[in-house]
């Protein structure tokens, strides 16, 4: 079992939906959970990030954690066409920096 | 600031041949990697330098070499390409600050070898 699980879609939504992205991760130490944005042929972006569990909201998007399921959700409300990319989670524990990274979800939002 | 610059943008390479692949930072950060991205299998880490002076392997080291040349500049090997290098290396670059370790990275080299 591979340590960061993501379902690599693709995900096609039309304008205006709201879009649960997500992954599952088997490592307990997990502490930090980010999701990066990659546009086409473009580097990652950091786009949330989460210490421990919880909610984090930061405009249209809301990044959760749930510890108890190792389970972490990125929520894109009121999608747009600009929010089509790449999304790949990603984590880390607390004694380390390097970053475990899921195999990202391609997201396509339709006008 | 340019943020994490990555030289050259493309790349075409025969089986065998050898060639460096160029990062540099302006952000004065410690950390720096080199990862590799493949259709369906997500950023993985080749290698990573938590400071001037050290290199420690990641996922997938075979087959490259790094050198951290100072701060700003890590620069990763391919000695004799195989087929099995073809793919998008991105370079990045990090500090911690206060337990967030955002790592800001270049717009990747995208490499085919024939």
């Known amino acids: 079992q591979k340590e960061v699980e993501q379902d690599p879609g693709p995900l096609s939504v039309p304008e205006g939906a709201i879009v649960s992205l997500n992954c599952t991760y088997s490592n307990s130490a997990f502490q930090y959970f980010m999701w990066y944005r990659q546009y086409s042929r473009k580097g990652p972006e950091l786009l949330m990030y989460?210490?421990?569990?919880g909610n984090k909201e930061d405009g249209r998007f809301t990044a959760q954690v749930d510890k108890s399921s190792k389970y972490i959700s990125l929520f894109i409300r009121d999608s747009q066409p600009s929010d089509s990319a790449t999304y790949l989670c990603?984590?880390?524990?607390?004694?380390?920096?390097?970053?475990?990274f899921g195999k990202g979800t391609k997201l396509t939002v339709n006008p | 600031n340019a943020g994490v610059t990555q030289t050259p943008k493309f790349q075409v390479l025969k089986t065998g041949q050898s060639m460096t692949l160029q990062c540099a930072q302006d952000?004065?950060?410690?950390?720096m990697y080199w990862y590799r991205q493949d259709p369906g299998m997500g950023l993985r880490l080749i290698y990573y330098?938590?400071?001037?002076?050290?290199?420690d392997k990641g996922e997938v080291p075979n087959g490259y070499n790094v050198s951290r040349l100072n701060k700003r500049e890590f620069s990763l090997r391919l000695e004799s390409a195989a087929p099995s290098q073809t793919s998008v290396y991105f370079c990045?670059?990090?500090?911690?600050?206060?337990?967030?370790?955002?790592?800001?990275f270049g717009p990747g080299t995208r490499l085919t070898v024939l």
């Open positions: 330098s938590a400071s001037e002076g050290t290199t």
């Open positions: 990603a984590m880390r524990g607390g004694g380390s920096e390097k970053l475990v």
């Open positions: 990045a670059s990090s500090e911690m600050t206060g337990g967030l370790n955002e790592q800001f």
């Open positions: 989460t210490y421990s569990s």
């Open positions: 952000m004065n950060h410690n950390s």
